[in-house]
């Protein structure tokens, strides 16, 4: 299984990015997708999940309203469209699969995830 994650950069606070993850390697109709970030000196945290099939979503409170998860099934792509950025918001952010039914925000029961992508928002 390969992921493989881009669309990172600099962008000013109140800007937008999209984050793009190419999945490929697994039959992905039985599995889910999910972003998670880290800062510097800080833990990994959850962002958002979508189920390939189906599409049902769930986010981090901290990004609901501003983020919004979608997948492309014929691409086997999930975006982040990243809206309203804020200097919080600068982390390293990282795409992962996971099995239907393991818990969607703990970084365990996610088994494979790209290299991640830098997001850099200045005040």
């Known amino acids: 299984v390969q992921l493989q994650a881009s669309g990172g950069g600099l962008v000013q606070a109140g800007g937008s990015l999209r984050l793009s993850c190419a999945a490929s390697?697994?039959?992905?109709?039985?599995?889910?997708m999910g972003w998670f970030r880290q800062a510097p000196g800080k833990e990994r945290e959850f962002v958002a999940t979508?189920?390939?099939?189906?599409?049902?979503?769930y986010y981090a409170d901290s990004v609901k309203g501003r983020f919004t998860i979608s997948r492309d099934n014929a691409k086997n792509t999930v975006y982040l469209q990243m809206n309203s950025l804020k200097p919080e918001d600068t982390a390293v952010y990282y795409c992962a699969t996971r099995p239907y039914g393991l818990g969607y925000d703990v970084p365990s029961s996610y088994d494979y995830w790209g290299q991640g992508t830098l997001v850099t928002v200045s005040s």
């Open positions: 979508i189920r390939w099939s189906g599409g049902s979503t």
């Open positions: 390697g697994r039959t992905f109709s039985s599995y889910a």
